[in-house]
């Protein structure tokens, strides 16, 4: 009779990611890859200032990949734009509707064609904030103008201004 096989056990977790997981240094889409993966694991484990704190390095590692391969105006903001919809995404989860929209709607302005699942998550996003006088056709017009000249403070204002004709 063969005795019975025994279970592996689990490999303990490293703490330091092996040689070959690190990005080189000066490689910028490596470095804003891992700060991106941490980023999801701290959404995960609902540690969300860390998360955003990783997004942000995520966001400055992008920039200097653009800057150093001669990226141009659009591309740019479409790349660096794009820690905006996990940063909506955060946003709504701590209940900040209002926020949350401001990063979906810059997000969807610097993205050079979103998915079709973005947009549609743009329009509960927008319902999440209850405007009662501004419709999702409002949001559409805005919407096509913010995507020829995406600006964030322009968003902030808008979602500022739809909140302030409430009361």
Same mark, same amino acid.
């Given at each position: +009779?063969?005795? %019975? #096989?025994?279970?592996?056990?689990?490999?303990?977790?490293?703490?330091?990611?092996?040689?070959?997981?690190?990005?080189? #240094?000066?490689?910028?889409?490596?470095?804003?890859?891992?700060?991106?993966?941490?980023?999801?694991?701290?959404?995960?484990?609902?540690?969300?200032?860390?998360?955003?704190?990783?997004?942000?390095?995520?966001?400055?590692? @992008?920039?200097?990949?653009?800057?150093?391969?001669?990226? %141009?105006?659009?591309?740019?903001?479409?790349?660096?734009?794009?820690?905006?919809? /996990? !940063?909506?995404?955060?946003?709504?989860?701590?209940?900040?509707?209002?926020?949350?929209?401001?990063?979906? !709607? @810059? @997000? +969807?302005? %610097?993205?050079?064609?979103? /998915?079709?699942? &973005?947009?549609?998550?743009?329009?509960? @996003?927008?319902?999440?904030?209850?405007?009662?006088?501004?419709?999702? *056709?409002?949001?559409?017009?805005? +919407?096509? *103008?913010?995507?020829?000249? #995406?600006?964030? &403070?322009?968003?902030?204002?808008?979602? *500022?201004?739809?909140? *302030?004709?409430?009361?």
């Amino acid at each position: +009779m063969r005795p %019975t #096989p025994r279970a592996k056990p689990a490999p303990a977790p490293r703490e330091e990611p092996h040689w070959s997981e690190k990005p080189l #240094p000066g490689d910028h889409l490596g470095l804003a890859a891992t700060a991106g993966h941490a980023a999801k694991q701290a959404i995960k484990e609902k540690r969300f200032d860390d998360a955003w704190r990783h997004l942000h390095e995520q966001q400055e590692h @992008y920039l200097a990949h653009a800057a150093k391969s001669g990226f %141009t105006g659009p591309q740019t903001l479409a790349l660096a734009g794009s820690i905006h919809k /996990p !940063m909506a995404n955060i946003l709504r989860m701590e209940g900040r509707h209002d926020q949350a929209l401001v990063h979906m !709607m @810059y @997000y +969807m302005a %610097t993205a050079r064609r979103p /998915p079709k699942a &973005d947009q549609q998550k743009l329009g509960a @996003y927008f319902r999440r904030c209850k405007f009662g006088l501004a419709d999702e *056709a409002k949001l559409k017009l805005v +919407m096509s *103008a913010l995507k020829r000249d #995406p600006v964030f &403070d322009a968003a902030r204002g808008i979602v *500022a201004q739809w909140r *302030a004709d409430e009361g």
